[in-house]
């Protein structure tokens, strides 16, 4: 699982064609579709250390620049090493844009979570936002937890961050939103009393089917060992639409569900089922966390 190129052949009819390619040339992805007569195709990109397989056909790139090919073949890193071009921030009570505090920056080739700039914790939850929606694709991460929490940070947030995945769009957030309604891949560090996995799942917004039932609680622990310290985690997700969605630590899988989609219960529900057309979860945004504890993320 951690080699540079993944092939996969699924099991519902969907033919997926590895290719070189940035995420702008969906015109391309259609020439070769027509060619090759596939239903559906994918190619696996890196964001920071994070790596997608992208599902072109359900895909609506908004980037104004390509995304970096890898060195190492068919994944294409997102993240830079350098700036946040392609990205957008929204935190709480702020407009879309304002990186408050200078909490997200790059630094060192990594894409950092810095409380730096607070004094202490006041509420304002904070994301960062890849330009795009996705389908089908490959998620990897490497993270690690740093330093102490921010004062008067929540006991629960503590070594605590998140992958946002089949996100409502950034520019559909209301101003005083905590979190985008999503699909949280939760990324915990362990707190030095006990075990605290990583790669759970939580739902603002959202629910999922576990073993042909309708999950509504809002988090469930994977089956991961806990991970103390500063130490790098190396961490993926498999996603498949509206279908299975599998959770990885160390190339091994910790959970997995399927079935994706909004909770009535929500506040907004009924806005993002006008969106979507659908209360079924079949693409999203893809985002990290601010939520009072520094974090790095790294550039393969």
Not at 156 to 163: E, Q, T
Not at 193 to 208: D, F, K, Q, W
Request: aromatic share 10%.
């Amino acid at each position: 699982m951690k080699t540079a190129i993944h092939f996969y052949i699924l099991t519902n009819n969907h033919d997926f064609l590895l290719l070189l390619l940035s995420i702008k040339s969906k015109s391309i992805l259609t020439q070769k579709f027509i060619k090759m007569r596939t239903k559906q195709f994918s190619a696996q990109i890196i964001l920071l250390a994070i790596v997608i397989m992208l599902s072109a056909c359900n895909s609506k790139p908004k980037t104004e620049q390509p995304a970096e090919k890898s060195a190492e073949g068919n994944w294409i890193q997102l993240f830079n090493g350098k700036d946040l071009n392609n990205w957008q921030i929204k935190f709480k009570g702020h407009e879309l844009g304002d990186n408050y505090n200078n909490t997200f920056r790059v630094e060192d080739g990594m894409l950092r979570v810095s409380y730096e700039n607070w004094d202490e914790w006041n509420g304002t939850f904070g994301h960062i936002f890849y330009n795009g929606e996705f389908s089908h694709y490959r998620l990897r991460v490497e993270y690690r937890f740093v330093g102490d929490q921010v004062k008067n940070g929540p006991g629960w947030a503590f070594r605590n961050n998140g992958l946002m995945i089949h996100g409502q769009p950034a520019e559909s957030m209301d101003q005083d939103q905590d979190f985008p309604t999503s699909i949280e891949v939760q990324l915990l560090g362990g707190n030095g009393t006990g075990e605290r996995s990583t790669m759970n799942l939580c739902t603002p917004g959202t629910n999922v089917v576990m073993d042909s039932v309708l999950i509504e609680q809002h988090c469930i622990n994977s089956k991961s060992k806990t991970y103390n310290g500063d130490e790098w985690v190396s961490v993926e997700v498999e996603v498949h639409g509206n279908e299975i969605i599998r959770h990885f630590v160390d190339g091994e899988e910790v959970m997995h569900y399927n079935q994706p989609q909004l909770d009535p219960r929500d506040t907004t529900y009924n806005k993002l089922v006008n969106l979507y057309g659908d209360k079924m979860i079949t693409k999203g945004s893809i985002s990290l966390q601010a939520e009072s504890h520094s974090t790095d993320f790294r550039k393969n």
